[in-house]
């Protein structure tokens, strides 16, 4: 009797919707990468974190990154832009209404994150994540992609 009591119920959670994982971690390093070039996020969650591991040794203001989540057709712009906005605005614009999100900038072994939430992302939408430090985009960037 136990063992059909426990097969029952070990049926009844695995019969459960998986929950959405509605949080990434990704690592930046010293060499200019990202450790991945796609995030995907899951269309029904409500809100997603992006924490930034830098995983180098130099510190922010030689080496620094961040992570800027935009449109893929804004990116450059916005690079561009947060090169004249300088570190003290971690090398975004303010109140640039292009930007969806973004960290802070950090250096070797610092960590960052940003929560933002996934009704700025509309399906069909190319979007970028990238760092904006000066002369990192267009080497750190990846795609952004609203699954589910």
């Not at 971690?25 to 809100?47: R, V």
């Not at 929560?115 to 509309?122: G, R």
């Amino acid at each position: 009797m136990l063992a059909k009591l426990t097969f029952a119920a070990l049926l009844s959670v695995l019969s459960l919707p998986a929950m959405a994982q509605c949080d990434v971690t990704i690592e930046a390093n010293d060499a200019m990468q990202f450790n991945t070039k796609e995030i995907s996020i899951d269309k029904t969650c409500k809100e997603f974190t992006i924490k930034l591991e830098h995983t180098g040794k130099l510190p922010k203001n030689a080496m620094g990154h961040n992570v800027v989540i935009s449109k893929k057709s804004d990116e450059k712009g916005i690079a561009t832009d947060g090169m004249a906005a300088g570190l003290d605005n971690n090398y975004v614009k303010p109140d640039d209404p292009r930007v969806i999100a973004h960290t802070d900038v950090v250096g070797g072994g610092e960590s960052t994150s940003v929560t933002f939430d996934v009704s700025k992302l509309s399906e069909g939408e190319d979007y970028a994540f990238f760092c904006s430090f000066p002369g990192h985009w267009a080497v750190m960037t990846g795609k952004v992609t609203l699954a589910g």
